[in-house]
């Protein structure tokens, strides 16, 4: 699978190239949006679900021992990152398995620890609900091997730093 984060259109686009790239192919499936015409962040609706993306920016997968494929999404816009487990397959508009960054998959604001509403504005020392569960813009997502552990990182561009989840299973 090619994964392409479209950013100003709110979806990720997947290409299945098993049988190659070719110039022009379109992509087999969309993460987001629930088809390949609608392009409204949130599908149109003022908060996100488990479905909806506003503007995705990283994209990356990784496999499970079992061979399982996982789909990741770095949401920029809902600050948060998502992850589809595909084990059930793929389908256009998809919900995704795992929400990063937020409490659950219906909020929005940045370094919202607890989901009550308060959030850390960026060179305002007096709200500090940053934390090793909150995120900012997250801008980019990669999973590495590190010795016998399997490692999610997530550039947190506004809260200036890379986060690391072991994802190890």
């Known amino acids: ?30 993460l987001g949006q629930p088809d390949f015409a ?8 003022l908060a996100p679900d488990a479905g909806t993306l506003n503007t995705p920016k990283g994209v990356g997968g990784y496999v499970e021992a079992d061979g399982t494929l996982w789909l ?6 809902n600050h948060r990152v998502l992850l589809y487990n595909t084990a059930g397959g793929l389908s256009n508009g998809m919900a995704a398995t795992t929400v990063l960054g937020q409490v659950n998959a219906t ?3 940045p370094n919202d620890a607890n989901g009550d509403g ?12 940053v934390s090793a569960a909150t995120l900012s813009k997250p801008k980019a997502v990669l999973v590495a091997d590190v010795g016998s552990s399997a490692f999610l990182f997530v550039s947190d561009t506004d809260n200036n730093r890379v986060l690391a989840w072991d994802i190890t299973t």
């Open 1 to 30: 699978w090619l994964l392409v984060a479209d950013s100003s259109n709110n979806r990720v686009l997947v290409y299945d190239v098993t049988a190659g790239v070719s110039d022009g192919m379109s992509a087999s499936y969309v």
């Open 38 to 45: 609608a392009v409204s962040a949130n599908q149109g609706n």
């Open 72 to 77: 990741l999404v770095a949401d920029r816009g």
């Open 107 to 109: 909020l929005a604001l």
């Open 118 to 129: 308060t959030v850390y504005i960026s060179g305002c020392s007096s709200v500090t609900d």
